[in-house]
């Protein structure tokens, strides 16, 4: 951590994604997303295991939460998630209040990470993922600004690394004009034009 990386507040953007799912129909529970793989039930189930894991990363709790890999099971919903994932949003966000969550080391998903990479991470988990989630059930969205332009920002400077096509598809271009959301869609390996088929 150094004094030109500051610490950033997750809690406008963890009340962004905290919103989005009250907005959920159990109907849309069964519909695509853009994440191949996951249907709408599933991209919540992954929300709910990220926000744990990020959360306790964030406390430097580490053991099975911070321990295992997202892609060791289809994620999936249990009863009660809807009064659970606004409280485990707004813990997640109280975790990296503490200047402390940014320093030292931790570890997600089975991976150790610079708490200030760790963090970043996490930003970009809930932005991109709250596009997602947003696009798959037709809600309007508008993230955070600083979470977006900090998840654009760490995207951006992942184009590069030779390790990136494990966490993220191929970079989608998108113009020179188009809006920060996009680009920053388009950098996570997705298309800004996505909708789910009717």
């Given at each position: 951590?150094?004094?030109?990386?500051?610490?950033l507040?997750?809690?406008?953007?963890?009340?962004?994604?905290?919103?989005?799912?009250?907005?959920?129909?159990?109907?849309?529970?069964?519909?695509?997303?853009?994440?191949?793989?996951?249907a709408?039930?599933?991209?919540?189930?992954?929300?709910?295991?990220?926000?744990?894991?990020?959360r306790?990363?964030?406390?430097?709790d580490?053991?099975?939460?911070?321990?295992?890999?997202?892609?060791?099971?289809l994620?999936?919903?249990?009863?009660?998630?809807r009064?659970?994932?606004?409280?485990?949003?707004?813990?997640?966000?109280?975790?990296?209040?503490?200047?402390?969550?940014?320093?030292?080391?931790?570890?997600?998903?089975?991976?150790?990470?610079?708490?200030?990479?760790a963090?970043?991470?996490?930003?970009?988990?809930?932005?991109?993922?709250?596009?997602?989630?947003?696009?798959?059930?037709?809600?309007?969205?508008?993230?955070?600004?600083?979470?977006?332009?900090?998840?654009?920002?760490?995207?951006?400077?992942?184009?590069?690394?030779?390790?990136?096509?494990?966490?993220?598809?191929?970079?989608v271009?998108?113009?020179?004009?188009?809006?920060?959301?996009?680009?920053a869609?388009?950098?996570?390996?997705?298309?800004?034009?996505?909708?789910p088929?009717?």
């Amino acid at each position: 951590m150094t004094d030109t990386t500051p610490t950033l507040d997750l809690g406008p953007q963890t009340a962004v994604l905290a919103r989005l799912a009250e907005g959920v129909t159990d109907e849309q529970l069964a519909g695509p997303t853009p994440c191949p793989q996951y249907a709408v039930r599933h991209l919540l189930g992954h929300l709910l295991g990220l926000t744990v894991a990020f959360r306790d990363a964030g406390r430097k709790d580490l053991g099975v939460t911070t321990d295992t890999s997202p892609g060791s099971a289809l994620p999936d919903l249990a009863p009660g998630w809807r009064e659970d994932l606004p409280q485990l949003l707004a813990e997640l966000a109280a975790a990296w209040r503490d200047p402390a969550a940014w320093t030292g080391m931790t570890r997600a998903g089975g991976v150790d990470l610079p708490g200030e990479v760790a963090g970043l991470v996490a930003v970009d988990e809930l932005v991109i993922h709250g596009w997602d989630l947003a696009r798959a059930t037709g809600q309007e969205y508008r993230p955070d600004p600083a979470a977006l332009s900090a998840c654009h920002d760490f995207l951006a400077a992942s184009v590069d690394d030779p390790g990136r096509g494990e966490i993220f598809g191929p970079v989608v271009p998108v113009g020179p004009g188009a809006p920060l959301l996009e680009r920053a869609v388009g950098l996570s390996g997705r298309d800004p034009g996505w909708k789910p088929v009717p």
